[in-house]
């Protein structure tokens, strides 16, 4: 009996991963370093694009980039993070649409330093250059403990590490303005799921069923909110479940609830991979 030969494209993408993997200096990264995300809904249509890249000699940081745009609004998230463990350094957001504002955080020792600036009337200078608009130290929770303390975005390969560990369940701290949560990850079923996304520089799409394994994300405030909520991870809140494929990790779908609309699930549009981008 002679076993079904597999797709060109699985072939092909396995020699992508494989390459990726052989080429990553840390094999605790993902084999991608760029993900584009879409989800549309009410005549609307929400992307985000995540770039992670290693920075330094010997990747001492990584830096991760969020962009993301909605009708007029956009939003620029950039966050610096111990390789290791993913632990925030310093995290930034860029908001202009009706609104325009960029505020800063750096991770201390002892506490956050959190700043604010606008740009005021007819300013021209860069974000970082705009006047500053206040400025506070924002103490870390004492339920954190030994916990991470990471970004929203940082849970994506964070949620790939823990499945690739198989351990049964994992705990960070999420910090986002003035709040703090602890987002405790399980392992979900396995499944096939429905995909249609490109591979960027190599002009290849796939599409079809694929088999993919899930983690899911239970998000649950620390200490007194200083705020309203304000957890999000690509725009869904409360319990997230993040499904990645089983053969090279790619995160391919979030599932979830956005405010206002209900149970949501946001495709992977595009992803590149390491060794396509060396």
């Excluded at 200096?25 to 995540?50: H, N």
């Excluded at 920075?55 to 966050?79: P, Q």
């Excluded at 250059?129 to 390969?157: F, H, I, K, Q």
């Amino acid at each position: 009996m002679t076993g079904r030969r597999p797709p060109l494209w699985t072939c092909a993408l396995l020699l992508t991963l494989a390459g990726a993997m052989a080429s990553a200096a840390d094999p605790g990264l993902p084999a991608w370093d760029v993900l584009e995300f879409e989800q549309r809904g009410f005549g609307v249509t929400a992307r985000s694009r995540l770039e992670l890249r290693e920075e330094g000699i010997d990747g001492h940081t990584l830096a991760l980039t969020a962009a993301s745009a909605i009708a007029n609004n956009t939003e620029t998230v950039s966050l610096r993070l111990d390789p290791a463990s993913y632990r925030l350094l310093q995290r930034s957001r860029l908001s202009q649409g009706r609104d325009q504002r960029y505020k800063v955080w750096i991770y201390e020792a002892g506490h956050i330093l959190r700043e604010r600036r606008e740009p005021g009337p007819g300013a021209t200078r860069p974000p970082q250059e705009w006047p500053l608009s206040s400025r506070r130290e924002v103490p870390y929770p004492d339920a954190a403990g030994a916990l991470t303390v990471t970004g929203a975005y940082a849970l994506l390969p964070l949620a790939g590490r823990f499945l690739a560990a198989g351990t049964e369940s994992a705990d960070v701290i999420v910090h986002t303005d003035l709040n703090f949560y602890r987002v405790h990850m399980t392992r979900g079923s396995d499944g096939k799921i429905p995909v249609d996304f490109r591979i960027l520089g190599e002009n290849r799409e796939i599409s079809g069923r694929r088999d993919s394994q899930a983690v899911i994300l239970r998000a649950s405030p620390v200490g007194k909110p200083e705020d309203k909520p304000d957890f999000s991870l690509l725009g869904l809140d409360g319990e997230i479940t993040v499904r990645f494929d089983a053969v090279t990790g790619v995160p391919l779908q979030l599932h979830g609830r956005a405010p206002r609309i209900g149970a949501t699930t946001i495709n992977l549009k595009a992803v590149r991979m390491k060794a396509t981008a060396e």
